[in-house]
């Protein structure tokens, strides 16, 4: 059973870090693009950042580019999106999904939520002070 399971979020202060992880089972993420996403109360859910399959090339909104980084590694079938300066507009519930790709490119629509197949559950993240 494919499954994807979100962890590291949590409450941190405005200007903080936290790394979330995105740990898959049942599937291997090598023919996998992985998107992350976020879904603040009474709004729509949000693309924030995606990698190619062998995390050679990414796209990240612009509301997190140069605060965000996404990276993965394969072997521990593993994504992580590093969060620093964070915002309290930040504050969301962030998921990872993933989407068939056979190259090391950003596939087409990279952040938009109907593009992904499988998707975990979320992990909180709360910016307060």
């Known amino acids: ?11 941190v202060q405005p200007g903080g870090s936290l790394r979330l992880s995105c740990v898959a089972s049942g599937f291997t993420l090598d023919y996998y693009a992985i998107g992350w996403f976020r879904q603040a109360p009474g709004k729509e859910r949000e693309g924030v950042s995606c990698i190619s399959t062998s995390g050679g090339n990414t796209a ?4 997190v580019k140069g605060r ?7 072997v521990k079938n593993t994504v992580y999106l590093q969060m620093n300066s964070l915002k309290p507009e930040d504050t969301a519930v962030y998921y990872c999904a993933a989407r068939l790709s056979y190259s090391d490119y950003v596939p087409e ?3 938009r939520v109907p593009a992904y197949n499988y998707w975990g559950q979320g992990t909180q993240v709360t910016v307060s002070s």
């Open 1 to 11: 059973q494919l499954q994807l399971v979100e962890s590291g979020g949590g409450l």
């Open 60 to 63: 990240s909104a612009d509301s």
């Open 68 to 74: 965000f980084t996404i990276s993965r590694d394969n």
């Open 109 to 111: 629509n990279p952040l």
